[in-house]
Every structure is written in structure tokens, then in C-alpha cells.
């Protein structure tokens, strides 16, 4: 006979009918003796049904017929879902189980080419346990803490997990028995302490998120003789049962996170980022890109810091690690604007261009974070490393202006040598040599000789077939004329990529596709071409 499935049960018939089957050809007798808290008398209401059971009634039942803790919860939710059949679905409400985390006010994260769903794995929070425990009918729980720290998606997990059968009414509204009241950001919906408890009272369950100088605002002692203007708010945040919601992740959190992150490419870039929390990593990335790539053009400080952080995102594409400085910045970023904007530009541009560039976003990541020399001295911007990656993909064939290569010749001290080689693929012989010529000449002999023994070391390797998987991935592709698949295994370094690519498409004679990687900075694609220009003004 097949187990019953208590997922099935909707209402108490079938919840009786379901109980039932579990207790097979059990005795009352044999019940009792296997739980002290059993009588018959309870047996028989519960089994026929005559009253609505308690929750200790059914654990004690389920226990008897040898249900551990993990297999009664499913029995537990069928009990509430049944019990609450009779219960009228309060205006604009939807099940728990059916709610979408966007619509309830949890951040869209930020998007890989792996991404399994809208959002990433959820990582089990310290808090969690403490928080499904007060999720009980009558009780309101509020989180407390900075922006994009990860509450209100800690409540949803919470209350899908909880309380996935009852109601949920999302902002305004009357609550029923049996509802979730989603507020999340209280400062934006508040709620009069009567209306509050009048809906616990009934058997609502309110959930809300508030910001710690919001709510200490609202919690501050009045000052006699002076307006209350927080009344109200005060009264309602003295029912709260408060949870504190850190702004970086404990290292039990994080040890967490890195287990998912083996298989979520999304928090592996969040773990990995050194520019703000991994909440906030997640959360702030979309807005990143939005603040870049959606400023005013008719705004001098908002299309004056979009192309200082696009100079910064192309001066890191091609090389320059460190921070930029100002000056370079500044040389930097007229390259990125129309006439019309260099004209329309106010003495004062570059302060709100940074201004702009440096505002963080969700209290997390700004495109550009300052990097300190010191007490109030700022050596240089650093761009976001979710938006270099993004950028680096969107952008990876457009060609940097001369402008830019010029000022981080003039502007940007470090870093040198990666520049210089990054000119040099991008077909810039004068700019490699302007950088190189920065160098001591024992610097630059011992750059040459690293290079060549690298060189070295790859034709080895290729000719003495250790990298025979590598050649022969490479090599079929090449056949195919699969370019964008090379082309992906070349970005990612794979041994010979390049190569074939380049040559592939210089049998092809495609020029405008060649020309697309020598400003990517694909290796040999710049003397590739610049071998067929000369053939070609030869002929």
C-alpha cells in the first residue's frame, strides 16, 4: 500500500482520511504505549475528525507511528493548510508559496552566462533558526540593518519556508487569521499601531526590514515640550520582536557561501570581490550598470561620470590594475564625450564627475571606489570589479582612443609592463615603446628575456604534444570555422586558442573580424594584420 502524501491534503476530510492511512492497522492500544502524551480519547477525535487538532496532538500522533522531526513537517503543513480551509482569502492576498521574490522588494542580483534562476542559492544565514522560530501567528518580526545586507531576502526564504500555506498581503491592506503581512521597508509603509494590532490580534504574522538610523530615529525618547513626529512609529516598533542583520557575512556565513559557490557562478564572483560584502556584491551589480551605462546625456555630471568610468574601465581592460589618478581621469575623458557635451561642460566637471562615479550604490559598491595615500589623500579610483567584468565582455573589440593610451603614458606610473605588452597586441607600436622607454634598461632586458623564455616554453609544449587535448579542441574548432568558441577559449587562455583563431581568420581574409581582435589584444592578431596590409599594398 502506498504511503499517503500529506502534500495532497487541502482539507480536514482529507487530512483525517490521510492520518489514517498513516496509522495502518496500529492499535489505539499500540499508539499510546508509543507515545506518554496519547489517550484514547484524543486518538478517537483526532481520527474521526470531531475536533480540530492541536499541534502537540499531531506531533505526539506522528511520532507514534514513527515520523522523526524532518518527515512530520509536510504532515504539520497539511494540519495548517486543513484547518485554515474555512478561511476567507483577504483582498489582494496570494499564498506564500506562490509569491515572487522581485515583486516582495528583494534586490535583482547581478547576471552570469550560468545563471540557473533570477536569483543565486540562498546562503543560510546565522540568524535564520532564531527567525523561523518567531514566525508564529500574532507576532510581528522586524530586521534590522544596512542596505543590501540580505534582509528582506532572509525573510522571504523564511517565510516560504515557514509558512508556505498561508496567506500573504503585500502593503496595504486588512490581514486575516493565518496571513503574512510583507511590509519589508517600514520607513515606506507605515502602518498605524492600532492597525497593528488589530492584525495580530486576529492571527496575522507582520514581517517587515528597517534601516538602524531609521529605526533609531523612531525609537529616540521624545523631547518634552517638543513635537512627537514618531509617535505613532514608536508605539509600533515596541511590539517588534527585532533581529539584527549584519552589514558583512560571519565566517560561518561565509564558509557557507564558498560551498555554494562551487556551483554559483554568481556568488563565486561575490565571494571573490573585494569592493564591498557579498550581499552587497549581489544586490548592487544591475544598479552598477544601470549608473554607467544609463546617464543623462544632457547632465554634465552624469555623462561626465559616465566617461571617466568608462576610461577607467578600458584603462583596467588593457592593463592598468592600479588606481588612476585624477589627472589621468581627467585626460582620459573627453575622449568619451561629443563636442557639444566638451562645450556644455562647467569649470567644475571632473569634481561631479566624481562625485557621480564614486556614489555607492544600495550602501555597497560604487563604479568607482577612492583609493587612500593617506589622511584625506586620495592616490587614485579603482573601477568596481562586477562592472569590469561586465564591461570587459560588452567592450572587449572597441578600440581605446588615443587619448586614453597617451594618459596612461603621462598619467598612470605603474603597471607598465602589462600596458605596454597590451599596446602592443593592440597593434600601438609607438605607445608600447613610449611605456617601455619608462623602464631602467636592466627592467627592460629582463622583461624581454622573461618573454622570450615564455615563448619558448609555449612552442615546447605545443611541439612536444603536451597539450594534445588543448590542440585537438583547438584544432577541430578551427576546422568548424567555429570562431566564437575559439575566441572564448582564447579569453580564457586555453593554449593555441589564439593562434588558431588568427590564423583561421587570416585565411579567411577577414579583415574586419581581425581587426576586432587585435583591439581585444588577441595575441599575433596585430602582426597578422599588419602582414596582410603590407601584402596588400604591395600587390
Known amino acids: 500500500m502506498l504511503a499517503p502524501d500529506p502534500d495532497h491534503v487541502r482539507t480536514p476530510e482529507q487530512f483525517v482520511a490521510a492520518l489514517n492511512a498513516l496509522r495502518g492497522k496500529r492499535s489505539y492500544k499500540t499508539l499510546v504505549r508509543a507515545h506518554p502524551a496519547l489517550r484514547p480519547s484524543t486518538l ?35 494540519r495548517d493548510r486543513a484547518g485554515a480551509a474555512h478561511l476567507n482569502r483577504p483582498a489582494g492576498a496570494i499564498r506564500v ?120 530615529c523612531r525609537t529616540t525618547p521624545r523631547i518634552p515640550g517638543r513635537p512627537d513626529p514618531y509617535a505613532d512609529e514608536r508605539e509600533i516598533l515596541g511590539l517588534a520582536h527585532v533581529i539584527d542583520v549584519p552589514d558583512e557575512f560571519t565566517a560561518a556565513e561565509r564558509m557557507r557561501a564558498e560551498r555554494l559557490a562551487a556551483d554559483d557562478q554568481r556568488l563565486r564572483i561575490a565571494v571573490d570581490s573585494t569592493d564591498a560584502g557579498v550581499t552587497q556584491v549581489l544586490a548592487a551589480g544591475p544598479e552598477l550598470i544601470r549608473r554607467w551605462a544609463g546617464a543623462d546625456s544632457t547632465d554634465p555630471r552624469q555623462y561626465a561620470g559616465q566617461a571617466i568610468i568608462t576610461a577607467a574601465l578600458d584603462a583596467r581592460r588593457v592593463g592598468a590594475r592600479g588606481p588612476l589618478t585624477r589627472d589621468c581621469l581627467a585626460a582620459a575623458a573627453p575622449a568619451y564625450l561629443t563636442a557639444a557635451q566638451r562645450a556644455a561642460a562647467p569649470p567644475d566637471w571632473l569634481d561631479r564627475a566624481v562625485d557621480y562615479a564614486t556614489t555607492r550604490l544600495h550602501g555597497a559598491a560604487a563604479c568607482l571606489t577612492p583609493v587612500g595615500a593617506g589622511m584625506a589623500v586620495t592616490a587614485g579610483y579603482l573601477t568596481a570589479d562586477y562592472l569590469h567584468q561586465h564591461a570587459q565582455c560588452g567592450r572587449r573589440a572597441e578600440p581605446l582612443p588615443d587619448a586614453v593610451w597617451q594618459a596612461l603614458v603621462d598619467h598612470h606610473p605603474g603597471d607598465t609592463l602589462d600596458l605596454a605588452d597590451n599596446a602592443a597586441r593592440r597593434g600601438r607600436p609607438k605607445i608600447a615603446r613610449l611605456l617601455h622607454d619608462r623602464l631602467p634598461r636592466v627592467e627592460r632586458l629582463r622583461h624581454y628575456l622573461s618573454r622570450e623564455c615564455h615563448r ?84
Not at 110 to 124: F, N
Open 44 to 78: 478517537g477525535d483526532l481520527l474521526t475528525g470531531k475536533s480540530t487538532p492541536t499541534r502537540e496532538t499531531v506531533a505526539a500522533f506522528l511520532s507514534a507511528c514513527g515520523l522523526d522531526q524532518q518527515a512530520q513537517r509536510p504532515w504539520m503543513a497539511a
Open 97 to 216: 508559496r506562490a509569491a515572487v521574490a522581485r515583486r516582495l522588494g528583494v534586490h535583482p542580483s547581478i547576471r552570469t552566462s550560468t545563471d540557473a534562476g533570477e536569483l543565486p542559492g540562498y546562503v543560510p544565514r546565522d540568524f535564520d533558526p532564531g527567525l523561523r522560530e518567531m514566525l508564529r501567528p500574532g507576532t510581528f518580526v522586524l530586521l534590522r540593518g544596512g542596505s543590501s545586507t540580505g534582509k528582506t531576502r532572509a525573510l522571504f526564504e523564511a517565510v516560504r519556508e515557514t509558512l508556505p500555506d498561508w496567506w500573504l498581503l503585500h502593503g496595504d491592506g486588512t490581514p486575516g487569521p493565518r496571513t503574512v503581512w510583507w511590509l519589508d521597508e517600514l520607513q515606506r509603509c507605515p502602518v498605524p499601531a492600532d492597525r497593528m494590532r488589530a492584525a495580530l490580534a486576529v492571527g496575522a504574522t507582520a514581517v517587515a526590514t528597517l534601516w538602524p538610523d531609521e529605526y533609531n
Open 456 to 539: 619558448t616554453l609555449v612552442n615546447a609544449v605545443i611541439r612536444d604534444g603536451l597539450a594534445d587535448a588543448d590542440e585537438q579542441v583547438n584544432a577541430s574548432l578551427a576546422a568548424g570555422r567555429r570562431w566564437a568558441a575559439l575566441r572564448e577559449r582564447s579569453d580564457a587562455g586555453c593554449p593555441g586558442a589564439a593562434r588558431h583563431l588568427v590564423d583561421g581568420l587570416t585565411r579567411d581574409g577577414d579583415l574586419d573580424a581581425l581587426l576586432a581582435e587585435v583591439h581585444a589584444g588577441t595575441p599575433l592578431a596585430a602582426d597578422r594584420l599588419s602582414a596582410l596590409d603590407r601584402r596588400a599594398a604591395g600587390s
